[in-house]
């Protein structure tokens, strides 16, 4: 029935609107009250209780989202997939209390593979009678999690990690390759759990399992500039974020291992995502490609000064010509940061390697010449950039 008043014509939309706010609350009290049931009662309840308990939670959340399955207005499939993320999560309670009692599922990681393997089949069940972005999310995200468990009980941290960062991948190859449902949730999920399986894996095997994560990142990244799908702006963004995340997370513990035995290698792998970053911007396919390309720039530099950690002329002479090479690079209209980066690293490297090869008193007075002359010609350079882009 049309409501007609002094402002216009309005249709019935105030009664749904109540009632799925209703169903957000009643589902989040119900999930929450269960939790804290649990915490603080659950030892005290027989098996068959505790089956009875989760079980009924389950079913219930689970058949009311069954009822308004056929609907497809957006705030009904919202409702529906809230209510069979909750009834997930019962699903998660009754797999534990089954995987205690009789699978011997006490203790990590076996513990965890009985929910996952739950939550997977509760998910999968959901997402095949109707698919939902959020039974999408809670499905693969049990998958990685169940096979990380199972490798770890099997094999051990290192294995369970390069499995995830194996499957993890092969989900980013599906998104931006097969015609899989919202590619960038696809490919999302996949790259996370890539980065996360590497990282994973570091903590049986170090080294490899750093140079695995920032690999991965700066694959992503690269994928950003290659990717040609259905819906490729989404996907670039999330990879992008992603990316950059994982280079946060995975470069610096890199430099703190390898910089003392093997810097020059850190420090090639530090310029190799730098000039990732760099390119990236440059093609304007990154987001903020001025600021990208600035921060890659930056990123080489670094990359460029930790291989100086084993080997000081190296360092002196690779960190000189990046440097000259970001300065020719930040001539192109927008990119004047890619020279100010470029020519505060000439104003560190080429001192550097004065003091390297010149050992003694003398070379003070050559260190000052060489400084004074770079910085001015950093001030003509800077003012000629700017009287261009005028």
């Given at each position: 029935m049309t409501v007609i008043s002094g402002t216009g014509v309005r249709g019935p939309r105030r009664t749904p609107v109540v009632a799925e706010a209703l169903s957000y609350v009643g589902g989040t009290l119900g999930i929450v009250g269960l939790i804290l049931f649990a915490v603080r009662s659950w030892d005290d309840f027989t098996v068959l209780?505790?089956?009875?308990?989760?079980?009924?939670a389950a079913g219930a959340f689970g058949v009311g989202g069954l009822a308004i399955s056929d609907d497809?207005?957006?705030?009904?499939?919202?409702?529906?997939?809230?209510?069979w993320v909750v009834a997930t999560g019962c699903v998660g309670v009754f797999a534990s209390v089954i995987g205690a009692e009789w699978l011997d599922a006490g203790e990590d990681p076996r513990r965890v593979l009985v929910v996952a393997v739950g939550v997977a089949l509760a998910s999968g069940l959901m997402w095949w009678w109707r698919s939902g972005v959020a039974q999408e999310i809670t499905g693969l995200g049990a998958v990685l999690v169940a096979t990380a468990a199972a490798a770890q009980e099997l094999w051990g941290t290192g294995v369970a990690g390069t499995t995830v960062w194996f499957l993890g991948g092969a989900v980013v190859w599906l998104a931006v390759t097969a015609p899989v449902p919202v590619p960038w949730l696809t490919g999302s999920l996949g790259a996370i759990g890539a980065i996360v399986g590497a990282l994973y894996a570091a903590d049986e095997w170090t080294g490899p399992g750093l140079i695995g994560a920032v690999l991965t990142a700066a694959a992503l990244l690269w994928i950003v500039l290659l990717v040609e799908a259905p819906g490729e702006g989404p996907i670039r963004l999330a990879f992008s974020i992603i990316g950059i995340a994982g280079l946060v997370q995975s470069v610096p513990p890199a430099i703190v291992y390898f910089a003392d035995q093997a810097g020059v290698n850190t420090g090639l792998v530090v310029v190799i995502c730098g000039v990732l970053l760099a390119y990236g911007g440059y093609s304007d396919l990154a987001i903020g490609g001025a600021a990208t390309t600035a921060i890659g720039a930056v990123t080489i530099l670094a990359g460029a000064a930790i291989t100086g950690a084993e080997s000081p002329g190296f360092a002196t002479i690779f960190g000189t010509v990046l440097a000259a090479l970001l300065v020719l690079g930040?001539?192109?209209?927008?990119?004047?940061?890619?020279?100010?980066?470029?020519?505060?690293?000439?104003?560190?490297?080429?001192?550097?390697?004065?003091?390297?090869?010149?050992?003694?008193?003398?070379?003070?007075?050559?260190?000052?010449?060489?400084?004074?002359?770079?910085?001015?010609?950093?001030?003509?350079?800077?003012?000629?950039?700017?009287?261009?882009?005028?």
């Open positions: 209780t505790r089956l009875v308990i989760s079980g009924f497809s207005h957006r705030p009904a499939i919202r409702l529906r997939e809230f209510l930040g001539t192109t209209p927008g990119h004047v940061l890619v020279s100010a980066a470029g020519l505060a690293g000439l104003v560190a490297f080429v001192p550097w390697g004065v003091v390297h090869f010149f050992p003694g008193e003398d070379r003070v007075p050559l260190v000052v010449f060489i400084v004074g002359v770079l910085i001015t010609g950093s001030g003509l350079l800077l003012r000629r950039l700017a009287r261009r882009r005028a």
